[in-house]
């Protein structure tokens, strides 16, 4: 096969505030792969803060391969890349979609979400998700009881702590959880605190789902092993390699909710095919996320293509 790679870079609009500060641009690679039989788009979105590599060091893994590659060299990249297993891999011919799943929508940071959440509404989204630890615990708690009361009774709403909370605090939004009925806490603490997060989840009701924890397939294995039985949050373009990650699915039965990593439409339907695969029950995905960018927005793939240019 032929291959050849673009960087991408688009801006967050408006910037994404999470509880490690600002994040403005998502840079990333397309990948294509051409042969006589046709062309296959992939795309490699690395997600450094949560442990898969940079996007520097997947530039240089595509700058080292050769121009003709086969399918034994994408088989053979190692697990610290990721994001490039996940890329290259996708960018193979494969079955496409079921059926698109339901998605939850990325609220607008703090008290913005009680506003934002409307035009959501409106597109027909159900679920939300809000980012937690990013203000004064004092101020957020305030905020979601306003959001619980004005959010429609069938409005489901998640949390997201990105691994920022204190065990303190973590109780706290636990108990907040039970009272407003969250669906589930994200992340609410570092990924060092493996046996803190299993007692609390014995605690609440709420449910806590890990995400940091099992940002690759390897950790997904790992936590799976140690007996997480909470949800599993899963993004597929850091997880490491598709055809390893449904063996995974299909041989466990985990509580999985799939999950956007802010990539372009390239890996954006390789992952909802992946959802709509390996997904169980009734957990909307979390791609309801296109509405944070204005650039690249395309999803004809040899557009976008043709908007970047070569390294
Ligand atoms: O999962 C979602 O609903 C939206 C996507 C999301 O929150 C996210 C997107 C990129 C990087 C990290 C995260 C996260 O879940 O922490
Ligand atoms: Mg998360």
Redesign the pocket.
Known sequence: MRFEFRPYSRAFNPPLLTCHGVWRIRRGIIVRLSDESGVGFGEIAP?DW?GSERVEDAIAFCQSLPSQIDRSLIRAIPADLPACQFGFESALPSVSRLETPRM?A?LPPGERACQGWETLWQQGYRTF?WKIGVNAIGDELKTLKQLAEWLPNNAKLRL?A?AGLTVEQAHQWLEAGDTYNIEFI?QPLPVDQFETMVALSQQYATTIAL?ESVATLRQLQTCYDHGWRGIF?IKPAIAGSPARLRQFCQQHSIDAVF????ETAIAREAGLNLAAELSCGDRAV?Y??THWFTDLVTENFEELWQRLSPC
């Open positions: 997600l949560f939850s990325l998700k997201d990105n994200e995400d949050v999950s956007s990593v802010f979390g309801g996320t």
